[in-house]
């Protein structure tokens, strides 16, 4: 099936709140949408009551929208495919997925995360683990929002990322919507890279709420948080401006300020002088941003580029470093200029 062509179904890979927000929004449009997920008991709930219950219960799904334990079943005849499963599970599913993928169809990628052992972003192993006629249909979904809220059709902003014109712009209309508008880039590098790591500078953003400091430092936090991003995206091929967009600025100006982030949620019981594995205990979902911690950590050490405030955090995680002494730190640190000249500045 031709990309322009209007498609009927969808498989959407992962079951977890994002997945079923992104999977309501294809069924409300028209698409018959297959939600894959891992757990028998959970596509059974789903198709039983007509809601996620586990994950987004406060959204009804379509009738249009069937949830499966069936990998096969799922992407059987589908005119595009959706992964979205934990950054931690996606090299799994791919190679599950591999045999069944439907050839000359767009295969989009809306999970945030680098790998930890490989140190590999989600468009790296999803090149790895599909089959090769995938390669030139691969997009990637990213931006500032939030499940619930995209679930509520609360007007909402993403960036599809893709080298390929024709994929690009086929995905983007299958998204947009009344309350989802899609914008389009060929970065997929910078897009990759700002929606990992925001969730590593939303666990510091949120550490320092916890610690009862003000605006001013949640917006130094950022601004720097986002100068790391923009390093690391570079130093890996990217484009800075990229950082400036809905995946870079936009991504984590919400991850770092939203109530709903749960990285900022893991800083914020850190802050407050919690343990960071009663804290998850606690969750019940994923926060990404613990793991990408550290890999950012370690790919950052690997390509020598300077990430001060993502290397305190992973301090903080995983070397039980006093958040309180981690600000003392970047607070001391040698003073430089604002920007590099490879900012242009």
Known sequence: ?????????????????WGTALARVLA????????????E?????????GRNERYLPSAQLPYSLRATHDLKEALRDATMVVFVCPSHATREVARLAAPFVPKDVPVVSATKG??????????????????????????????????????AELPTGVVIGSKNPAVREAVMRRFHAPYMRTYGSDDIVG?????????????????????????????????????????????RGGKAITLAGLSGMGDLVLTCC??????????????????????????????EGVKTTKSAYDLSVKMNVEMP????????????????QAVRDLMSRELSAEFEPAFGG
Request: glycine letters at 14%.
């Open 41 to 49: 008991d959970l596509a059974a709930q789903i198709n039983g009551t």
């Open 28 to 39: 409300t449009k028209g698409d018959f949408v297959h939600i894959w997920s891992r757990r």
């Open 191 to 235: 897009v990759e890279c700002g929606g990992a790591l925001k969730n590593v500078i939303a666990i510091g953003a949120g550490a320092a709420d916890g610690l009862g400091f003000g605006h001013n430092t949640r917006g130094m936090l950022i601004t720097r948080g986002l100068a790391e991003i923009a390093r690391l995206a570079m130093a």
């Open 114 to 151: 680098i790998e930890n052992e490989s140190l590999m972003f989600i468009d790296e192993i999803l090149e790895a683990e599909l089959p090769a006629h995938t390669r030139e249909h691969l997009a990637f979904l990213s931006g500032p929002s939030f499940a619930k809220e995209l679930a």
């Open 258 to 287: 939203g109530e709903l982030s749960r990285n900022r949620t893991v800083g914020l019981e850190l802050g407050r002088g919690g343990k960071l594995a009663d804290i998850l205990a606690g969750l019940g979902h994923v926060a």
């Open 1 to 17: 099936m031709a990309h322009g062509d209007k498609a009927k179904k969808v498989a959407v890979l992962g079951a977890g709140a």
């Open 309 to 324: 405030i993502t290397h305190e955090i992973y301090k903080v995680l995983y070397e039980d470093k006093p958040v309180v």
